[in-house]
């Protein structure tokens, strides 16, 4: 019986971090559209794609608008990114995350899939 | 008056040189997730995988930072099932879970004793500020004694930050 390397993990260390905690929703420049400005610093080697996602409460997806719903973001590098939602959407939204892409069939690629959420919905509650 | 113009000329650069040079920083409530320690699962029993250093296996290690304490929650799944296998007929029972392997602050080693578990997921409050390192057990028994097939396997284990 053999069974090959099984892994977990792989080696890749590195960070995801995403910032601010809490951001504030503003008037975009289109009517009745809410904007929120957010950063990405991606130090995971073994990542390059992060994908968006705006939540409510129950983290179900709510519509949102964003230039790319999946940002490449080469290792060692920051991405500052805008999401819009809808005004009437305002009270249902909390949670803005970025989640890491993994590649599928890649096998020395990293298989730890890490999810940073800020809230929209005002300060610490 | 050209002495006068000369002069003035003379202390200008001056001046600029007595310019402060400000250096701004702002800390804030972050959250930064790192992957410190590659997993393997280790095959103990033909019917068994394990990631756990007695079944032959290397837990793996996430690090989670935090600037200000009472920001966010660690949120950390193990694995339910495999996202690379050879083709498995029978089913899968997982287990696993996670806990605190280190910590920089003393205050931080109450996270175990606070942690609440449901399903296949852990969460840990992260009321104190600096670096605390979870390990995440996980293992996998195919079907009834049943041996895995040769292949590789992959398991993804979820890390989440929630502000909360």
Redesign the interface.
Known sequence: ??????????????????????PELHQSVVAQIMQADLSLFN??NDVEYYSISVLDGEMNPIQFASAQRVMHVPPGSRKDFEIYIKEVDVNRVV?VCTTSM?R??E?NN??????????LDGD?? | MKHLAVAVLAVLPHMAMAEGVPIEGNVQAKCVIRTDRAGVYGNPTADKLSALAADGGVTPIIRYDVALAGYYLARITYPTSFSTSPSLTDTVTWTGGASVSSVSAAGMSAYDAAKVEYDATTEFDLTVAGTTWFKVDSAAEYGYNKAFPAGLYRAIIQADCIAQ
């Open positions: 019986m053999k069974v090959a390397i099984a892994i977990l993990f792989a080696t890749g260390a590195g960070a995801h971090e995403m910032t601010p905690a809490y130090a995971r949670y993994l599928a069939g096998e990293a298989i730890v899939s890490s999810r940073i959420c800020s809230r610490r509650a």
